[in-house]
């Protein structure tokens, strides 16, 4: 009954509207009414304790970083530089989308910021260059999930914070993976052009190659600051938010002098009204968190999960599953700090060790940001591409199968992700 009480008033004031950070504050009231230990007061500060969490400031200095990274002309010197290395064959632009997101996402963390900032740059000249249009856009929307995989990943944040886990540790097990999805894309995205008639660019000459390196080299070293620090212990990733800002901020004004003083109230702004949204999530979403283990809801899906419990892969396998259906209905964030609660007792019970399942779990819900009809990251490349959904949902498709399999891998071995994570580390 407590399952019916929980999904029924959750589902229900979602299909009324309701904003996903109210209905899970809802979904609470729910539970407490029916287990008859309403009171105002712990949900006020339930919400209040959730928010109030040192590594959560870093979610707040790295959307800062993204916006200060955009504004400055950092994100398209990296753009520039990629084009520049494999712009010259044959679909290069495809490729100039797939690395120039592989260095964006460890910059920014975040799918959306990293696909509006690629497509924006790209889209124009692969329409001009020929590109099916539909498919380009659908190969950045793929490649823009990549960011949640490699840090400094937000997702990772919210997930090691609910888990109680170590952030840095989600970091370095995500990287491998996170190369391997870029990997699967660019195959997938080599089959689906076999036959298209494109020509390529001209190869960049040597002095095109230095002037672009020159010119990217302070974009990125900020990867290799951020994941240096962090494997060697100088600075923790709420830090690591704060060294990219103030990077970003140094080198957008003061070394290529594209952001201006009258400009940053605007992205300050632009960043504190993003934050706001997800820390009122993840306030809401710990209301939920404690009523769920107070209701012992963990215990009763250990029981109607109990016949799987032996079969570690078969267990991952019937999660993976259930994630990706949600995932074509409810965004990445909603669905991290709903389910992480509900999942990690169960996954603790089955012995999976608890960062690897948190790769594949992640990854799970950043491929749902490319799942439609609500696929959040489509909607993007949609706005920024000016592409019908109908269109890019096909040009998708190929991509979104080749990430599917790279799921499908970690879950039959384990050992992709284990291995490079201790080496990493």
């Not at 692969?126 to 498919?135: I, L």
């Not at 990772?156 to 970091?171: D, E, H, R, Y």
């Not at 302070?218 to 103030?246: D, H, N, R």
Request: aromatic share 8%; hydrophobic share 60%; net charge neutral.
């Amino acid at each position: 009954m407590v399952v019916t009480v929980f999904l029924g008033s959750l589902l229900g004031a979602m299909a009324l509207g309701m904003p996903i950070a109210f209905a899970l504050m809802v979904c609470g009231i729910a539970l407490m009414t029916y287990m008859n230990t309403f009171d105002a007061q712990l949900i006020a500060m339930n919400t209040i304790d959730g928010a109030d969490n040192f590594v959560l400031m870093a979610i707040p200095f790295f959307m800062l970083a993204g916006e200060l990274m955009t504004a400055g002309g950092l994100s398209r010197r990296i753009v520039r530089l990629a084009t520049v290395l494999v712009g010259h064959v044959r679909g290069g632009l495809g490729y100039v989308a797939i690395v120039g997101a592989i260095v964006m996402a460890s910059l920014s963390g975040s799918a959306a910021a990293d696909t509006a900032a690629v497509g924006v740059l790209l889209i124009p000249m692969m329409r001009e260059a020929g590109y099916n249009v539909p498919r380009s856009a659908g190969l950045i929307a793929a490649s823009g999930i990549i960011a949640p995989m490699l840090p400094p990943s937000i997702p990772f944040v919210m997930f090691g914070v609910i888990a109680q886990l170590s952030i840095t540790k989600l970091f370095m097990a995500g990287i491998f993976p996170g190369m391997l999805m870029a990997l699967s894309i660019g195959l997938a995205w080599l089959w689906v052009i076999r036959h298209d008639k494109l020509q390529p660019s001209p190869r960049a000459t040597l002095a095109e190659l230095k002037h672009a390196v020159t010119d990217g080299i302070w974009a990125l070293l900020l990867p290799i600051i951020i994941l240096g620090g962090l494997k060697s212990g100088v600075f923790t990733p709420t830090e690591a938010g704060v060294v990219a800002t103030v990077y970003a901020l140094v080198v957008g004004m003061f070394v290529y002098r594209e952001l201006k003083l009258s400009a940053l109230y605007g992205l300050f702004l632009n960043a504190g009204k993003i934050t706001a949204v997800v820390m009122l999530l993840v306030g809401a979403a710990m209301v939920s968190s404690w009523l769920i283990t107070v209701a012992d809801l963990p215990s009763q899906l250990a029981a109607m999960l109990e016949p799987f419990m032996d079969n570690q892969k078969l267990l991952l396998l019937i999660i993976m599953l259930l994630v990706v259906a949600i995932g074509t209905a409810m965004d990445l964030t909603p669905t991290v700090l709903i389910m992480t609660p509900v999942l990690m007792p169960v996954i603790k019970m089955a012995g999976i060790d608890p960062i690897y399942f948190g790769v594949l779990f992640i990854m799970n819900n950043a491929i749902g940001l490319i799942t439609p009809p609500v696929g959040t990251t489509l909607n993007v490349i949609c706005g920024v591409g000016k592409v019908k959904m109908d269109d890019v949902i096909i040009g998708v498709l190929p991509f979104m199968v080749a990430e599917l399999t790279v799921l499908g891998l970690l879950v039959a071995f384990p050992s992709l992700v284990l291995v490079p994570m201790r080496w990493f580390m």
